[in-house]
């Protein structure tokens, strides 16, 4: 099996917290209607896709300098939750956002914290969590399938993350012809929870599947292996 940390980049860490850089991401849990967990989880990761691949991160484009400085360091998402208003806000700030089975989040261009857009700096990172739910009984044939560690208990917005970790890593292993085959058609995802065996089973498979590596700050250990993405499910 294939592994990669959230450590993309070569550069360290800057000194100043506030140089650090990541990718906003904002996932929609109204408080009287809350969506599935699984739909949520699969719209994160989805629309990381999206962004990641989309032509503005490109060398001609507006994204172009913020996504590549972003990359060249340690590669961060942070998840904060809106509703109302501030889900309406969000909208305003240069991103995408994907809706999966009436579940939404939208994913931004990384920026430094110090330059985080105030519309996104109010929003919460805490209140993120949803209970399980089966997922999708028909996933869309076309997705990919990431794999999510159901003995680690992560909140959804750690998951979100993470299977947006797991989406770039993906992409990088794939050939050029399959990554845009699988962009033309937006990027499907299907999120899972693995029991131990499945989990066992996912790990000894070899190169067609490539797991994300935490780093520990938050929620689970250093080193913890968190989302393995099925290479082989859009090959």
């Not at 896709?49 to 989309?54: G, I, Q, S």
């Not at 890593?169 to 962009?183: C, Q, S």
Request: hydrophobic share 40%.
């Amino acid at each position: 099996m294939a592994e990669a940390s959230d450590r993309f980049g070569s550069r360290r860490d800057p000194d100043d917290p506030g140089d650090v850089r990541a990718m906003p991401m904002v996932l929609h849990i109204p408080k009287a209607d809350p969506p599935a967990r699984s739909a949520l989880l699969r719209a994160a990761a989805t629309a990381t896709a999206l962004v990641c691949l989309d032509p503005r991160v490109g060398p001609d484009g507006p994204w172009h300098d913020e996504y590549t400085a972003w990359l060249d360091a340690r590669i961060r998402k942070v998840s904060r939750r809106a509703r109302g208003a501030q889900w309406t806000a969000a909208q305003q700030v240069d991103g995408i956002t994907t809706t999966v089975d009436g579940a939404s989040a939208r994913v931004h261009v990384p920026c430094r914290l110090r330059d985080l857009d105030p519309r996104l700096r109010k929003l919460q990172v805490e209140g993120t969590d949803l209970p399980p739910d089966d997922g999708t009984d028909a996933p869309d044939p076309d997705a990919l399938e990431l794999w999510v560690d159901g003995a680690l208990d992560m909140t959804v917005g750690k998951t979100a993350a993470q299977v947006g970790h797991a989406v770039m890593l993906a992409a990088g292993r794939l050939p050029f012809e399959t990554v845009e085959r699988w962009f033309d058609r937006g990027c499907p995802t299907d999120v899972r929870i693995a029991d131990a065996g499945r989990w066992s089973a996912l790990i000894v498979r070899g190169d067609d599947v490539v797991g994300v590596r935490d780093a520990g700050y938050t929620e689970v250990a250093p080193g913890s292996m968190t989302v393995l993405a099925d290479l082989r499910s859009i090959a």
